[in-house]
């Protein structure tokens, strides 16, 4: 047997040899060997794996949706509504829906992440599916690898904070219950739920109210009015 035409080698991996030929851009490798003879011989065997699927790339990620949709592998509840949240309002709605997925292209998967609008988080989710769609899709033998990897990320500002009027603030300081004072500390600081949560009576220091900072962001500062 003739073995695919490309660049073939046999490598060491861990005291042991495996051999790996690298085909149109695909890497194929064989299994470990103990001898770098055997691990040789393996090399006329390897080549790119036939594909078995005329599927668009919509099909291929609802496919994805349903089998994570029950099961003992299932997405959590909240991580299933947003992925199906991505699928209608983006995978749908983009003209990545129906490229077959066998012909989709590292750029076509760039043009489709350039597109997207919104904050970083939710663009970065968009293209976490999107890779998730297409190891989905090498797992299940419909194309030789994942396109979608390391794709680079657009440059989106984060979303301005919407300022309430006076008398909006009015209205909602009207209300009353257990959770009218974390309503008044969102109001004047302008910090998210979360946020607010996660306060502890240690962030009280010297006349103001500190708020740790993410690992991307430094901390928040708010000083008490006198």
């Not at 006076?166 to 009353?176: F, G």
């Not at 708020?211 to 901390?219: E, F, L, M, Q, T």
Request: proline share 4%.
């Amino acid at each position: 047997m003739r073995r695919a035409k490309g660049t073939g080698t046999v490598e060491a991996v861990n005291g042991k040899y495996r051999a790996k030929l690298r085909v149109a851009g695909q890497v194929c490798v064989g299994p470990l060997r103990e001898t770098k003879k055997t691990a040789q011989h393996d090399l006329q065997f390897l080549g790119p794996k036939k594909t078995k699927s005329g599927k668009t790339f919509l099909e291929v990620a609802e496919e994805l949706i349903i089998s994570k949709s029950k099961g003992s592998n299932k997405w959590a509840d909240s991580t299933l509504a947003t992925n199906k949240q991505i699928y209608r309002n983006r995978f749908e709605t983009y003209g990545i829906a129906d490229i077959p997925i066998l012909e989709l292209s590292k750029q076509d998967c760039q043009d489709f992440i350039n597109a997207q609008e919104g904050g970083p988080a939710w663009v970065n989710r968009v293209s976490a599916l999107l890779s998730r769609v297409c190891t989905f899709a090498v797992e299940r033998g419909y194309i030789h690898s994942n396109p979608a990897l390391k794709l680079r990320l657009p440059t989106v500002s984060e979303r301005e904070n919407v300022l309430l009027e006076p008398e909006q603030a009015k209205v909602i300081l009207k209300a009353s219950g257990r959770w009218i004072d974390m309503v008044i500390v969102c109001l004047l600081t302008g910090l998210r739920r979360s946020e607010v949560c996660r306060l502890k009576w240690s962030d009280l220091v010297e006349n103001s109210l500190i708020v740790p900072g993410s690992k991307n962001k430094v901390a928040k500062r708010f000083p008490f009015l006198k």
